[in-house]
DNA sequence: TTATATACATAATTCACTTATGTATTAGTC
DNA sequence: GACTAATACATAAGTGAATTATGTATATAA
């Protein structure tokens, strides 16, 4: 990941998750090229981060894969489950209420 | 640090500069206390984390403390510098940054 | 008198990430 | 036809900002 490297931490399964959610099923490489586009290039998911957190969050039971071959190449699609789906709105109400209290105490608003 | 804990990772320093500026000379133990009420108890400094964090900003000169001895008991004051000033604002527009892109990908408000 | 709050500090540990490395296919280009 | 870049997956080693644990000491309230 990229992009005031830091601050990101923490971001990646809320990142996920909701682009999942918003855009049904996706493969690793569509979802961090996704990602770069609605970041403007700011969120470079790294492969390192990526691949192990979608492991992770298949083995939870949140994800569900199908693996599709192209040619002779082979994608992992992914998609949410209804636990997954669950997770998502948790998660960016997680994000959400951080944000604001970030606002609260750095006196900032975030329009 | 605590609540939705790894959200707050890199933004530590944030928060204690710019409490550091709008509340002028603090020592550490007043920051916690300070940061526990602006975030209605949400965020809870650790020792383990304020400490070398001051330190470190410091000794990269964006701090520069005062020991103030009350009674027995030692505090020490840190304010900013004038380069500890310039910093207060990178961070607080990195920090609008961020938020502004995380709204972007997760298609969220933080209003 | 004894627990809690105040006040500092540092060492050991954790864990989400980055960086590095590996494999292989497909498409563009010179 | 050869080479580079993009596509597509994966995992291991290393980093660094935090948590947790520990230590010291004073002040205050029950």
Do not use: C, W
């Not at 990526?50 to 992992?76: D, F």
Request: net charge positive; glycine share 6%.
């Amino acid at each position: 990941m990229m992009h005031s490297p830091e601050l990101l931490k923490g971001t990646l399964q809320t990142i996920l998750l909701k682009v999942l959610k918003d855009n049904g099923r996706m493969y690793g490489y569509e979802i961090t090229q996704r990602v770069k586009e609605l970041s403007d290039e700011r969120i470079l998911l790294t492969e390192g981060a990526l691949y192990p957190t979608l492991h992770k969050l298949e083995a939870e039971g949140m994800l569900k894969t199908e693996v599709v071959t192209i040619g002779k190449r082979v994608r992992k699609y992914y998609s949410l489950t209804a636990e997954g789906k669950s997770l998502v709105k948790e998660r960016v109400n997680e994000l959400v209420d951080f944000i604001k209290t970030m606002s609260s105490v750095l006196k900032v608003e975030f329009a």
